[in-house]
Nanobody
Framework: QVQLVESGGGSVQPGGSLRLSCQAS????????MSWFRQAPGKERETVGS?????????IYLDDVKGRFTISRDNARNTVYLQMVNLKPEDTAVYFC????????????WGQGTQVIVSS
């Protein structure tokens, strides 16, 4: 059974930092694209960024977070991270990780999400 378990969310003041973790089990981690998404209340889900299967190269898709968010993965720990610095109130959202086998066009597995609240 595949499981993705996020952790590290919480409440932080503007300018603060958080590191989200997503630990995967039950899948061939290195063969999966691992991505972070977020969804704010009343808004559509956004793709924050991804880390590739095999090469572990990373990309941030969301212009608003470029330079502030970094994705990384540790294949030995089956874990993908989202490091967030200089957080802004507009970063408030539920953050999800998801896994997609490199041969699949769709994300097959999703975590339960972790809440991030940025507020003074």
């Amino acid at each position: 059974q595949v499981q993705l378990v996020e952790s590290g969310g919480g409440s932080v003041q503007p300018g603060g930092s958080l590191r989200l973790s997503c630990q995967a089990s039950g899948l061939d981690f290195r063969a999966n694209v691992m991505s972070w998404f977020r969804q704010a209340p009343g808004k559509e889900r956004e793709t924050v960024g991804s880390t590739a299967a095999w090469t572990s190269s990373t990309v941030i898709y969301l212009d608003d977070v470029k330079g502030r968010f970094t994705i990384s993965r540790d294949n030995a720990r089956n874990t993908v991270y989202l490091q967030m610095v200089n957080l802004k109130p507009e970063d408030t959202a539920v953050y999800f990780c998801a896994a997609r086998h490199y041969t699949s066009p769709d994300y097959d597995y999703w975590g339960q999400g972790t809440q991030v609240i940025v507020s003074s």
